[in-house]
């Protein structure tokens, strides 16, 4: 029985390799030097973004690393992460708020949208709506109703943090009642709920996906602004896919 548990030790193993082979050869494939170095401009424009968010009175290098942590832990895109912080520091300035709260309030808006149930897509648009709300000063008209349809668990967690109803929240919003100031506020309430709830959300093979997918932007894009090193990776990526079929 030994042996028998041995192979089939070995056999999961064997599929498990599989998987991830699988999995890294579809995020990376078609990654010529082209490809490369529109990842790593990407990262450079948004690793601009966040210095000029931070530049008075931030930290870019925390702020940065937190953005990583955040997309990686929420399966989300790195772009839709930084850029969503960027908005929301801004506002947390406003507030008189620290960096650390705009991360924060980053995971939790982020969290709570995935947690009505969205696709993949689905969030990142309307974490996308969100942004654009926030740079607006108010949430309300389309973004509002984009967040309602493709962000539910978002709106039931202000509607939450405001103490009423979905409905009540909408009426709210046709008022123009939902000021950035007021959402993060009622949002910061929900925050310990949201992460208790995230933590126990199982992890989909899409999610996985996107894991790999920003880790691998957060590889190059820290790799070509330490030494223009696309070229190189990009080598070091045609040998890794050379390798799958040993």
Do not use: C
């Amino acid at each position: 029985s030994g042996s028998v548990s041995a192979e089939n030790g070995i056999s999961k193993l064997r599929s498990g390799y599989t998987l991830l082979a699988s999995a890294i050869a579809a995020v990376t494939a078609g990654f010529g030097i082209r490809e490369l170095v529109q990842v790593a401009d990407t990262y450079a424009k948004l690793s601009a973004k966040i210095q000029q968010s931070t530049k008075d009175s931030g930290n870019f290098e925390q702020a940065i690393a937190g953005v990583h942590q955040i997309a990686l832990q929420t399966n989300s895109t790195l772009d839709n992460t930084g850029t969503l912080f960027t908005r929301l520091n801004t506002v947390a300035k406003d507030m008189g708020k620290s960096q650390q709260f705009a991360l924060e309030m980053t995971s939790t808006v982020t969290k709570a949208i995935q947690l009505g149930g969205s696709s993949t897509q689905e969030a990142e648009g309307a974490v996308t709506q969100f942004i654009q709300a926030m740079q607006g000063g108010v949430l309300r008209g389309e973004e509002f109703n984009s967040i309602m349809e493709g962000g539910y668990g978002l709106a039931e967690a202000l509607a939450k943090g405001l103490g009423v109803t979905t409905g009540e929240l909408r009426k709210m919003a046709e008022a123009g009642e939902l000021s950035a100031e007021r959402v993060l506020t009622a949002l910061g309430k929900q925050k310990a709920g949201i992460d208790a709830q995230y933590a126990e959300m199982p992890l989909t093979i899409n999610n996985a996906l996107q894991k790999i997918a920003t880790s691998w932007q957060i590889l190059i894009g820290e790799m070509d602004q330490a030494n223009g090193a696309s070229a190189t990776v990009a080598q070091w990526l045609a040998k890794l896919a050379d390798g799958m079929d040993m």
